[in-house]
């Protein structure tokens, strides 16, 4: 799973990409220019990071490239020693459905991961509870994802990709299709378990409301090649309170730093 | 009878080339030699169900389904296997498209000396090209699969054998199913085609067919035809039925368009 040389010294850190060169190579039109070239980052365990950029920037790009999926032309993606498993780091993508069986019924998405993952059947079932009522899918426990609003879809996807307790997610515009008042319920549900799970996690938005309704730290980038535009650190407790002096500042700030990326 | 109602279009289009044939007979157009009345063809068949019909439809059948439960029992989990392993499929693909090729009747021979004669080569013949496009059909199925899923799927550390059956297999069933409705043609064809011009053991509704017809029982003839046609339209009635319910969560892409 990594490239370049092993762990050639102990990364304190819980996700770092070190000089990472990548681009997709097109069969219409040869090489598209580079996206990225020499980029670098470095997450640190337990903390809560967005990505913002706007549509297009290649923030799905660097998601898939810190979980694994895209293998980068040149650098070193660097994963804590604590990852041993695969179930460790997770991606969930941005279309629901490509995180969810559609062939099994709501529950069944739920306790399969866990299943495989040999929990034990009392520990199992609690988890399955919490995960259900949290989310709220107890009442749509028997329904298959075709049947789903693009809301439940999401909230599915998202409890089944955390159930298994893994240590690093990346979640990709997880609240795209949520409304203000389940986007809420989602985003504390989503604090919750990160603080009781001891979760590190990559949310990637280009919304600024979802970027300041979790995060710790906002990365903001931008242009081709791309680069970190702003590195901002957010003071502001849990949960968010929106229209407090506090909360209006790092949104300024935020805004800012993405219309800087935008010029 | 609500079928008849919702279908009633269908229903007429079939009363109406009943009613031309009707008319053809009576006005004796046609040589009724050749071409029996529909009520001839009518009464003639209770004296072949007394016959053997019934023995004939039991052995076709069994023939047929015996062929079907070997292509997918054989011919699933190889394709899926091998679409999963790209690698492994690659050396084999060649080789598999040359088989599909050759068409299975001219086998029956070459069947009639490996596997000697009786049922076994029968079913061994129907069971040959529905093996190979069932397979085919689970290949491409199986490569077709959703990726990003199918990431997800190894992120549980699954094994080989729960890949390929808990989640290859659905993504390439809707794949599968029509590599079983081809099977389905295939087997019919040939158990019937064998039937006919082998006999091995005087049964099957091929065999009927062509006593009959070789008797110059004519209005029998068209009976035992119409019958192994009925047999093909239950039998694709059942595939469609168990497709329906085996894949009853599909999202329905219309919608989302």
Aim: glycine fraction near 8%; proline fraction near 6%; charged fraction near 20%.
């Amino acid at each position: 799973m990594m490239s370049g040389p092993a762990l050639s010294s102990p990364c304190p850190c819980a996700l770092e990409l070190e000089d990472i060169d990548f681009s997709y190579a097109t069969r219409f039109n040869g090489i598209n220019g580079a996206l990225y070239k020499d980029f670098s980052l470095r997450i640190e365990p337990g903390s809560i990071v967005t990505i913002m950029g706007a549509s297009g920037a290649g923030k799905s790009t660097l998601g898939r490239i810190m979980a694994g999926i895209l293998i980068p032309q040149k650098g070193i993606v660097r994963r804590s020693p604590d990852f041993t498993r695969p179930s460790d780091l997770v991606y969930v993508d941005q279309h629901p459905m490509n995180g969810v069986f559609p062939w099994q019924t709501v529950l069944e998405n739920v306790r399969y991961p866990l299943e495989k993952l040999n929990w034990e059947g009392p520990r199992r079932r609690d988890r399955i509870c919490y995960l259900m009522t949290l989310f709220r899918l107890s009442a749509l426990s028997d329904v298959y994802p075709a049947q789903l609003s693009g809301g439940e879809l999401q909230r599915l996807a998202l409890s089944r990709c955390l159930s298994w307790k893994p240590k690093l997610v990346i979640l990709d515009e997880p609240f795209s299709a949520l409304d203000g008042k389940v986007k809420a319920e989602i985003t504390s549900a989503l604090h919750e378990l990160a603080l009781k799970d001891r979760m590190t996690l990559v949310l990637i938005t280009h919304n600024v409301s979802d970027a300041l309704a979790l995060g710790m730290r906002c990365v903001i980038i931008a242009r081709r090649p791309v680069q970190v535009m702003s590195d901002l650190d957010f003071h502001l407790g849990f949960p968010r309170e929106e229209n407090t002096p506090d909360y209006d500042a790092m949104q300024q700030a935020l805004i800012n730093g993405i219309r800087d990326g935008l010029v | 009878m609500d079928w008849l109602r919702r279908n009633w279009r269908a229903w007429s289009f079939v009363g109406g080339l009943i009613a031309v044939w009707a008319i053809v007979a009576a006005l004796r157009l046609v040589d009724p030699i050749v071409l029996p009345a529909p009520w001839n063809v009518a009464r003639a068949v209770p004296g072949m169900l007394r016959e053997r019909l019934l023995a004939d439809i039991a052995w076709t059948l069994g023939r047929v389904l015996a062929a079907l439960v070997v292509a997918c029992v054989f011919g699933i989990p190889a394709g899926l296997f091998l679409g999963y392993r790209q690698r492994a499929y690659k050396v084999v693909e060649g080789p598999l498209h040359a088989l599909r090729s050759v068409p299975a009747s001219a086998l029956f021979p070459l069947f009639l000396i490996l596997v000697g004669v009786g049922e076994t080569s029968i079913v061994a013949l129907a069971a040959y090209p529905s093996l190979l496009v069932v397979m085919v059909n689970a290949v491409s199925g199986a490569a077709l699969a959703n990726q990003n899923r199918l990431y997800q799927a190894r992120l549980l550390n699954l094994n080989s054998l729960h890949m390929v059956f808990d989640v290859l297999f659905y993504e390439a069933l809707p794949s599968i199913f029509d590599g079983i409705r081809t099977a389905v043609s295939y087997s019919l064809l040939l158990v019937v085609a064998v039937e006919m011009f082998i006999g091995l053991g005087e049964r099957g509704l091929g065999r009927a067919i062509y006593l009959y017809q070789s008797s110059y029982r004519i209005p029998e003839t068209y009976g035992a035809i119409m019958i192994a046609g009925m047999i093909g339209i239950l039998l694709n009635w059942v595939v469609t039925k168990l497709q329906h319910h085996m894949l009853r969560w599909l999202p329905n892409v219309r919608e989302e368009q």
